[in-house]
Every structure is written in structure tokens, then in C-alpha cells.
Nanobody
Framework: QVQLVESGGGLVQAGGSLRLSCAAS????????MAWFRQAPGKEREFVAA????????YYTESVKGRFTISRDNAKKTVYLQMNSLKPEDTAVYYC?????????????????WGKGTLVTVSS
């Protein structure tokens, strides 16, 4: 069983930055890909970014490329999402997740574990 706890959300003005963290406990964090999703009010949960277990591969949804960076520290069992140049449309609850299969990191139905999320609000 894996527990995921997100932190780092908050209120920020457009153009600002936030760094989200996701601390994992239990399971085999260092051998699992990790992903971030987000869900805005009234919308479906959508993929944001993912990182392979060895940090060699990262993946981003088109709307955040060049602005967001996913990283991980396997020794600390923590995955990060650095978010720069934030826009009001980035406002959402951000969730950390563990894919059931490493090659299926962008489909929310393919996630094995979820955190409870952290709210990011970007004001215009």
C-alpha cells in the first residue's frame, strides 16, 4: 500500500511560481513512475506531467510545456512539480499518482494510487 501526500499549493498571482511536493510512504517508490494530474472545478481530471523511475524520461501535457518541470528525489521518496509563469487556467486541485503500468502514465483510469490533492489558485 502506498500513501501519497501533496503539499505546496496556495494562492498566487498570474506570472508567479509554486513548487508542489508529493511525499510517498510504503511501496517501492524508487521503482515506480510518478505522475501529476489536476482537476479544475466542473472539469475532468487531466494529465499534467510524469517522470520515469530513473528520471531519464519526463512527459508533459502541451499546455504546461516550458512552464512546468517534474522532478523526483528517490532517496526522499518525493516527487516535485515546479510551476512557473502560472496562468489563471492553471487553477485546479493537483494530484500526485502512481501509474499501474509505467507506459500508461497519462490516463487517470490507469493510476494505482492517488493523493488527496493540493489546491492551486492563480489570480489574474
Amino acid at each position: 500500500q502506498v500513501q501519497l501526500v501533496e503539499s505546496g499549493g496556495g494562492l498566487v498571482q498570474a506570472g508567479g511560481s509554486l513548487r508542489l511536493s508529493c511525499a510517498a510512504s510504503g511501496g517501492t517508490f524508487s521503482s515506480s513512475s510518478m505522475a501529476w494530474f489536476r482537476q479544475a472545478p466542473g472539469k475532468e481530471r487531466e494529465f499534467v506531467a510524469a517522470i520515469s523511475w530513473n528520471r531519464r524520461s519526463t512527459y508533459y501535457t502541451e499546455s504546461v510545456k516550458g512552464r512546468f518541470t517534474i522532478s523526483r528525489d528517490n532517496a526522499k521518496k518525493t516527487v516535485y512539480l515546479q510551476m512557473n509563469s502560472l496562468k489563471p487556467e492553471d487553477t485546479a486541485v493537483y494530484y500526485c499518482s502512481v501509474p499501474m503500468k509505467d507506459n500508461n502514465y497519462s490516463d487517470p483510469r490507469g493510476m494505482h494510487y492517488w493523493g488527496k490533492g493540493t489546491l492551486v489558485t492563480v489570480s489574474s
